[in-house]
């Protein structure tokens, strides 16, 4: 039986990498960079705009958030805005995550997650 995960989001690139800098970046193993083409004088300019989530797998890499910071420090002079996320096929139980997050804030990779909670702790269940 497969997940049912949902990926979404999108990481801009700003501006966006040229065809020599997309060439040199290094690999990231949940996520693509979103290639823009156009003619140009010389011919096809194809430039990087935005990282966004690359297959529907079941699960993100463990080093997802690593590698997404690593992307960002290869490029000190582009800008990178957005977030990613994936929102987990339900497996019920406290403290499950649901969904994570991975935020761009100031060149900076934050990770969220989701969890599920129930709003009445252990002890008024237990009727004490």
Do not use: C
């Amino acid at each position: 039986m497969s997940a049912d995960n949902r990926w979404s989001g999108r990481i801009t690139i700003t501006p966006p990498l040229s065809w020599q800098e997309l060439k040199l970046t290094i690999a990231i193993e949940d996520v693509r960079i979103e290639q823009h083409e156009e003619d140009g004088a010389l011919g096809r300019v194809i430039t990087g705009v935005a990282v966004v989530p690359a297959r529907a797998s079941d699960s993100w890499s463990s080093h997802t958030g690593e590698e997404l910071q690593s992307l960002i420090d290869q490029h000190p002079g582009h800008e990178f805005a957005g977030s990613l996320r994936v929102d987990w096929d339900p497996v019920y139980g406290d403290g499950q995550v649901l969904a994570e997050r991975w935020t761009v804030i100031e060149r900076t990779v934050v990770h969220e997650t989701a969890r599920l909670a129930w709003s009445l702790d252990d002890s008024a269940e237990d009727g004490a």
